[in-house]
């Protein structure tokens, strides 16, 4: 049992002491100092001592500290009365914790003392009844917002999916609560519409997590960004492939939920060709022309530094320059790459499917931008008897079901690119994985049909980052 030293006055010390007479009388003796009878509570127990005399008489409490005490609690409701107490404490005891009501925003430079900021702690609950706010644990763990509870929303990207294909890098789903039960996760364990979860991790890691898991689908290029980018090099580009990607960009850019579009032009050729990019200019368009000799690395680079790119667009053969290539894949950000064909007639999103549990961690990005293009989803599913692809296959009819999307399931066993190759209008999505960082040479003798991706440059494609 230990003794716990109280100086308590004022309207908060008498409902602390009665919570206390009510709740953990059991476990330790305690000694009130007080001065005035009203804040003693109703029921008095046998391990509750009290003292009636003021708390900051230095020598009347020195009496108390016969006693060997484990922490001393200041419940004051005068800041005067505050500071002496805490002063007489230290005289008496230069290390004993000390717990400190403060409704003054006291200024105690004390390894050994807790300051319990009352303005700050009656905000943070008013904050807790404020909807699409999170729940942060108070008086659990460092109360700093490094423990938090989310209500997962109907339309969140995060509904059914596994939580083994969450990537969960400095956070960690703790506990899921379904149906007043508590679920200890699994990877295999799928998230419903209205869980609760309970996540810890670093508090800035998590308030990033809380919008994502609040963010519904058709908010797209968030939360990778607000704005799209188009990136030419007037040099290496054809002035086809250039008027091309200026036409998808901007059509990208009146359909898609982003702030702006971004076009960069480096190593101008055409002064005709840069006046019609220039004429496009306008309150959501911004044009930046670098007049001076650039690679496309670092002005990429550079750009995406001061730029909030939630999407990054070029023309495919661009892409299929390695060093930009591994440039993107680092970046993580979304590439949409052009092709010849006609964006405007796009009529489905095409998905190869794979064992890669990749596919399911980028479902969320697939519906969002489908939805928003009003895209219908096809899964090819190439060589079904070889791996199986259910729970994948499960996973985007549950999504499909969810925000009423068309899905179509195509099985063959033929070559899946020459299967592809046959449809016309599709808009194929793919992981970004490594694999897509392989020199040509590797790359054509691959029998990997995300690594041969290059060999779909037909169609449109968006390449989605993983982890």
């Given amino acids: 049992m230990k003794n716990i030293l109280i100086l308590a006055d004022g309207i908060v010390a008498k409902h602390f002491l009665e919570r206390v007479v009510q709740n953990y009388v059991t476990d330790n003796e305690y000694f009130v100092v007080y001065y005035d009878e009203k804040i003693l509570p109703e029921i008095k127990t046998e391990n509750f001592r009290f003292f009636k005399f003021d708390p900051t008489s230095f020598v009347k409490l020195s009496?108390?500290?016969?006693?060997?005490?484990?922490?001393?609690?200041?419940?004051?409701?005068n800041k005067?009365?505050?500071?002496?107490?805490?002063?007489?404490?230290?005289?008496?005891?230069?290390n004993i914790s000390i717990v400190i009501y403060d409704k003054w925003d006291l200024d105690i430079n004390d390894q050994n003392v807790i300051l319990?900021?009352?303005?700050?702690?009656?905000s943070n609950r008013l904050m807790d009844y404020l909807p699409n706010v999170p729940i942060i644990a108070q008086n659990v763990g460092l109360g700093l917002g490094e423990i938090m509870e989310v209500l997962v929303p109907f339309g969140s990207t995060y509904v059914y999916r596994h939580i083994g294909s969450i990537e969960q890098k400095n956070w960690k789903i703790a506990a899921i609560y379904r149906n007043n039960r508590l679920i200890l996760p699994d990877p295999k364990i799928m998230i419903w519409p209205n869980d609760l979860l309970l996540i810890i991790g670093e508090p800035k890691v998590l308030k990033n997590i809380y919008k994502s898991i609040k963010r519904e689908i058709g908010q797209f290029p968030i939360p990778y960004g607000t704005n799209i980018y188009l990136f030419i090099n007037m040099e290496t580009q054809k002035n086809s492939e250039i008027e091309k990607s200026l036409h998808d960009a901007l059509w990208l850019h009146k359909i898609l939920k982003d702030k702006k579009l971004i076009i960069r032009v480096i190593n101008p050729t055409s002064v005709k060709l840069l006046d019609k990019i220039k004429s496009k200019e306008s309150k959501s368009v911004e044009i930046r022309?670098?007049?001076?000799?650039?690679?496309?690395?670092?002005?990429?680079?550079?750009?995406?530094?001061?730029?909030?790119?939630?999407?990054?667009t070029l023309y495919n053969t661009l892409f299929e320059n390695r060093k930009i290539r591994k440039l993107l894949y680092n970046l993580k950000i979304p590439v949409f790459t052009f092709s010849s064909?006609?964006?405007e007639n796009l009529k489905e999103s095409a998905i190869l499917l794979t064992k890669n549990k990749d596919l399911e961690q980028i479902s969320s990005t697939i519906f969002d931008i489908s939805v928003q293009l009003q895209l219908d989803l096809v899964l090819y599913d190439v060589d079904p008897e070889s791996e199986d692809k259910s729970d994948i296959i499960e996973h985007y009819e549950n999504l499909a079901s969810i925000f009423s999307k068309k899905i179509k399931i195509v099985k063959s066993k033929n070559n899946p690119i020459r299967e592809l190759l046959k449809e016309e209008n599709l808009l194929e999505f793919l992981p970004?994985?490594?694999k897509m960082l392989?020199?040509?040479l590797l790359r054509i003798f691959s029998t990997d049909p995300e690594a041969l991706y290059f060999k779909?440059?037909?169609?449109?494609?968006?390449?989605?980052?993983i982890g």
């Fill in 116 to 122: 319990l900021n009352a303005n700050e702690i009656l």
């Fill in 341 to 343: 064909s006609s964006i």
């Fill in 432 to 434: 970004f994985n490594k």
């Fill in 80 to 94: 005067i009365d505050t500071i002496a107490s805490y002063e007489n404490i230290r005289r008496l005891d230069l």
């Fill in 438 to 440: 392989k020199s040509n």
């Fill in 63 to 77: 009496l108390l500290f016969d006693e060997k005490f484990s922490q001393v609690m200041i419940v004051m409701g």
């Fill in 289 to 312: 022309i670098d007049y001076t000799l650039n690679n496309d690395e670092n002005v990429i680079q550079r750009d995406i530094n001061n730029y909030k790119i939630g999407l990054i």
């Fill in 456 to 465: 779909l440059k037909k169609f449109h494609q968006i390449f989605i980052p």
